[in-house]
């Protein structure tokens, strides 16, 4: 290149959004050599990049790549500036160093490589001369990064719960106030810190530094998921959902989007809401992978079953506890005929039986109910609240009498419970944290062995899961006897999800 092209080159890098569309190469889809030019998801993400960023994303937009790609153009344009990469597995950070990182930066013009050197690049680092550098591994333990960026972190806060600990108390302090974090990621169910942040970010406009910036990315804003086809047969449940979507989103689908769509619904069934979201609400009603009533409780929401639930003054309310050393949770739930109405939860910690008596009295005053049995663990039997008095002869004292769940595996109540599940009719508002947990409820994962455990996570979905399992078992063993004076249950109004 002689002097002139110099210095036109040179004055082109100083605008990032030339260099954003003319310098780096990537390994295109056809394996070929090909010249990165930001999609509109991409440059979505570029234009409203804060502090602190969570991106919830339809699949195949191409957003890891587009932000490899911007730090690779900080790295290579600021000094000093380092940004660690936190992949959801080993291999998917080799490939992404390989193929995002050093690819790019092998592909770069001789000349910008001899004015910005390389001065280490291994399997998963580069460093340059002007004391910048990227890292890409699983997790980051020590050391200040000024750039974070998370990749599929609902992945890792459902299969690796440990490790999304380490990268929320860990590698997320190591960034300074004025640093930027980017967590992006498909919707993996509704439980982990992933989810935590997608909500929380919802609810605000960022204000500050710490504040989250949401930014969600549907299906229907890729102008590639589309299909020539100029008919297409639709069920009226796929007509209904489209034509809701249109009004929802103020959005006019094409023919070729609804076909599309129609297409990968039909092919990925319930799978579809977190692969191709169309509104954020959705992405989250889908089953928590290895949960163990996960498909049972995307059900309550598709049949409406998860709705407003209102108190029946004319019917008992029975309580259903699990009692531990951390939490206490209680369900209360009114049977009516074949319907199980779970119409309030409520769970606390650090507190004595008396706290939770006081609470239930209080229940019954404002909702003017009347309470017909609690239902509790058999470690009710031990002491522990009263010294040399056993938890039941306390609760007894206090104006509770327990009766003991039948003593079964955990294996069989959880049986127990799926059969049952679809006779329950739930609160939306007033049962919202013990909803959480029976969807959240699963299996460990054996990270060594890349399966699940036949035994659950214990994690806060455990209270609330085990205190429906205990109320389960007891009407199991005492089937509800019918009251003359309500024969038949009445159908409770509800609205469907989708």
Same mark, same amino acid.
């Given at each position: 290149?002689?002097?002139?092209?110099?210095?036109?080159?040179?004055?082109?890098?100083?605008?990032?959004?030339?260099?954003?569309?003319?310098?780096?190469?990537?390994?295109?889809?056809?394996?070929?050599?090909?010249?990165?030019?930001?999609?509109?998801?991409?440059?979505?993400?570029?234009?409203?990049?804060?502090?602190?960023?969570?991106?919830?994303?339809?699949?195949?937009?191409?957003?890891?790549?587009?932000?490899?790609?911007?730090?690779?153009?900080?790295?290579?344009?600021?000094?000093?500036?380092?940004?660690?990469?936190?992949?959801?597995?080993?291999?998917?950070?080799?490939?992404?160093?390989?193929?995002?990182?050093?690819?790019?930066?092998?592909?770069?013009?001789?000349?910008?490589?001899?004015?910005?050197?390389?001065?280490?690049?291994?399997?998963?680092?580069?460093?340059?001369?002007?004391?910048?550098?990227?890292?890409?591994?699983?997790?980051?333990?020590?050391?200040?990064?000024?750039?974070?960026?998370?990749?599929?972190?609902?992945?890792?806060?459902?299969?690796?719960?440990?490790?999304?600990?380490?990268?929320?108390? #860990?590698?997320?302090?190591? @960034? !300074?106030? &004025?640093?930027?974090?980017? =967590? $992006?990621?498909?919707?993996?169910?509704?439980?982990?810190?992933?989810?935590?942040?997608?909500?929380?970010?919802?609810?605000?406009?960022?204000?500050?530094?710490?504040?989250?910036?949401?930014?969600?990315?549907?299906?229907?804003?890729?102008?590639?998921?589309?299909?020539?086809?100029?008919?297409?047969?639709?069920?009226?449940?796929?007509?209904?959902?489209?034509?809701?979507?249109?009004?929802?989103?103020?959005?006019?689908?094409?023919?070729?989007?609804?076909?599309?769509?129609?297409?990968?619904?039909?092919?990925?069934?319930?799978?579809?809401?977190?692969?191709?979201?169309?509104?954020?609400?959705?992405?989250?009603?889908?089953?928590?992978?290895?949960?163990?009533?996960?498909?049972?409780?995307?059900?309550?929401?598709?049949? #409406?079953?998860?709705?407003? @639930? !209102?108190? &029946?003054?004319?019917?008992? =309310? $029975?309580?259903?506890?699990?009692?531990?050393?951390?939490?206490?949770?209680?369900?209360?739930?009114?049977?009516?005929?074949?319907?199980?109405?779970?119409?309030?939860?409520?769970?606390?910690?650090?507190?004595?039986?008396?706290?939770?008596?006081?609470?239930?009295?209080?229940?019954?005053?404002?909702?003017?109910?009347?309470?017909?049995?609690?239902?509790?663990?058999?470690?009710?039997?031990?002491?522990?609240?009263?010294?040399?008095?056993?938890?039941?002869?306390?609760?007894?004292?206090?104006?509770?009498?327990?009766?003991?769940?039948?003593?079964?595996?955990?294996?069989?109540?959880?049986?127990?419970?799926?059969?049952?599940?679809?006779?329950?009719?739930?609160?939306?508002?007033?049962?919202?944290?013990?909803?959480?947990?029976?969807?959240?409820?699963?299996?460990?994962?054996?990270?060594?062995?890349?399966?699940?455990?036949d035994v659950p996570l214990h994690n806060f979905a455990s209270h609330p899961a085990d205190a429906f399992r205990y109320g389960n078992l007891a009407m199991a063993a005492t089937?509800?006897?019918?009251?003359?004076?309500?024969?038949?249950?009445?159908?409770?109004?509800?609205?469907?999800?989708?």
């Amino acid at each position: 290149m002689n002097d002139k092209g110099l210095i036109e080159l040179g004055k082109k890098l100083l605008d990032r959004n030339w260099r954003l569309s003319n310098l780096y190469y990537l390994v295109g889809k056809d394996a070929r050599k090909t010249l990165f030019k930001p999609n509109w998801a991409q440059l979505k993400l570029f234009d409203s990049l804060s502090y602190r960023n969570l991106d919830l994303k339809a699949r195949q937009l191409g957003v890891t790549t587009g932000y490899c790609i911007l730090w690779l153009d900080s790295i290579l344009f600021n000094k000093d500036l380092r940004v660690g990469i936190v992949a959801h597995t080993k291999d998917d950070a080799r490939i992404i160093f390989r193929d995002k990182i050093k690819y790019a930066y092998d592909a770069l013009p001789e000349e910008i490589k001899a004015a910005i050197p390389c001065e280490k690049m291994d399997a998963h680092e580069l460093l340059l001369k002007n004391g910048s550098g990227i890292r890409v591994g699983v997790t980051f333990r020590s050391g200040t990064v000024q750039i974070l960026h998370v990749t599929e972190y609902g992945y890792i806060c459902q299969k690796m719960p440990q490790r999304a600990e380490e990268i929320k108390t #860990g590698a997320f302090q190591a @960034v !300074p106030k &004025d640093g930027i974090i980017v =967590v $992006e990621s498909t919707a993996k169910g509704r439980n982990g810190h992933f989810y935590e942040l997608a909500m929380e970010a919802q609810k605000r406009i960022p204000q500050n530094a710490l504040d989250w910036r949401f930014t969600f990315m549907p299906w229907w804003e890729d102008p590639e998921y589309t299909l020539p086809g100029e008919s297409f047969a639709e069920s009226q449940s796929e007509t209904n959902y489209l034509d809701d979507l249109n009004k929802k989103c103020n959005i006019t689908l094409t023919q070729g989007q609804r076909e599309w769509y129609i297409r990968k619904w039909r092919e990925l069934g319930d799978d579809i809401y977190a692969e191709y979201p169309s509104v954020p609400e959705e992405a989250f009603k889908q089953s928590t992978e290895g949960a163990y009533y996960g498909r049972l409780m995307l059900d309550a929401w598709h049949s #409406g079953r998860i709705t407003s @639930v !209102p108190i &029946d003054p004319a019917l008992p =309310v $029975e309580t259903w506890w699990d009692i531990g050393r951390d939490t206490t949770s209680i369900w209360f739930v009114q049977r009516d005929g074949l319907v199980n109405r779970c119409v309030h939860y409520y769970q606390n910690a650090g507190e004595g039986l008396p706290h939770y008596a006081a609470y239930l009295d209080d229940f019954r005053q404002k909702k003017m109910i009347r309470y017909s049995r609690a239902i509790g663990p058999h470690d009710l039997r031990v002491t522990e609240w009263g010294g040399d008095v056993k938890r039941i002869d306390v609760a007894a004292k206090l104006g509770i009498n327990f009766e003991i769940a039948p003593e079964v595996s955990i294996a069989d109540g959880i049986e127990v419970v799926r059969r049952n599940l679809p006779f329950f009719v739930f609160d939306e508002e007033n049962c919202a944290d013990g909803i959480k947990g029976l969807e959240s409820y699963r299996k460990e994962w054996n990270q060594a062995l890349g399966t699940w455990k036949d035994v659950p996570l214990h994690n806060f979905a455990s209270h609330p899961a085990d205190a429906f399992r205990y109320g389960n078992l007891a009407m199991a063993a005492t089937p509800m006897i019918a009251d003359k004076s309500r024969s038949a249950a009445r159908p409770i109004k509800t609205v469907r999800w989708r």
